[in-house]
Antibody, heavy 121, light 107 residues
Framework: EVQLVESGGALVQPGRSVRLSCVTS????????MHWVRQAPGKGLEWVSG????????DYADSVKGRFTISRDNDKNSLYLQMNRLRVEDTAMYYC??????????????WGRGTLVTVSS | DIQMTQSPSSLSASVGDKVNITCRAS??????VNWYQQRSGQAPELLIY???NLQTGVPSRFTGSGSGTDFTLTISGLQPDDFVVYYC?????????FGQGTKVDIK
């Protein structure tokens, strides 16, 4: 069974940083692209960032480009999201999601339960 | 960015009904459209991928159709567990984008 477990969510002040982690099991991690998707309270889904199987392909939503950095460690079966210069509008549940294939354009076929990031002064 | 416009934003139906949810892309996305179901307080789950392919383990009452810019999710014979929120999603081009969601509730 594929499992994705996010951690690192916190209550932080605007302008500060947070690093999210996603540990996976039950899959050949290095064969799949991975993604972060967020959902603000009571709102819809927003794709944040994706990374290809070998980190050769990276992409970001315009709303986070230049502030967030996605990375992965295939030896540790883990995905990360470094979030800098946080804004109030970054407040959301952040989900880790597995790509169905290796490319950053692959669809998302398994999701973790999410970790909550709240940005507030 | 490619915009995905879902309609309706909400609908009311009864157990056993057949419902259609539509999604229109702002440009041709071929068949790179997927549908997700999200229960309250839970993560989304993939139902349909590449427009019409049923994800493993998903009941056959869920079907997807369409290509180009117009797509439809059909639920044939609504069950009590189906009264939740559904999202369309395109992965033709990054940034990947979602529709705004359709809430299906009990009439």
């Amino acid at each position: 069974e594929v499992q994705l477990v996010e951690s690192g969510g916190a209550l932080v002040q605007p302008g500060r940083s947070v690093r999210l982690s996603c540990v996976t099991s039950g899959l050949t991690f290095g064969d799949h692209a991975m993604h972060w998707v967020r959902q603000a309270p009571g709102k819809g889904l927003e794709w944040v960032s994706g990374i290809s199987w070998n980190s050769g392909g990276l992409d970001y939503a315009d709303s986070v480009k230049g502030r967030f950095t996605i990375s992965r460690d295939n030896d540790k079966n883990s995905l990360y999201l470094q979030m800098n210069r946080l804004r109030v509008e970054d407040t959301a549940m952040y989900y880790c999601a597995k790509g169905k294939a290796w490319a950053v354009t692959s669809q998302l076929d398994a999701w973790g339960r999410g970790t909550l990031v709240t940005v507030s002064s | 960015d490619i915009q995905m416009t879902q309609s309706p934003s909400s609908l009311s139906a009864s157990v056993g009904d057949k419902v259609n949810i539509t999604c229109r892309a702002s440009q041709n996305v071929f068949t790179y459209v997927n549908w997700y179901q999200q229960r309250s307080g839970q993560a989304p789950e993939l139902l349909i991928y590449t427009a019409s392919n049923l994800q493993t383990g998903v009941p056959s009452r869920f079907t997807g159709s369409g290509s180009g810019t117009d797509f439809t999710l059909t639920i044939s014979g609504l069950q009590p567990d189906d009264f939740v929120v559904y999202y369309c999603h395109q992965n033709y081009r990054t940034p990947q984008t979602f529709g705004q969601g359709t809430k299906v509730d009990i009439k």
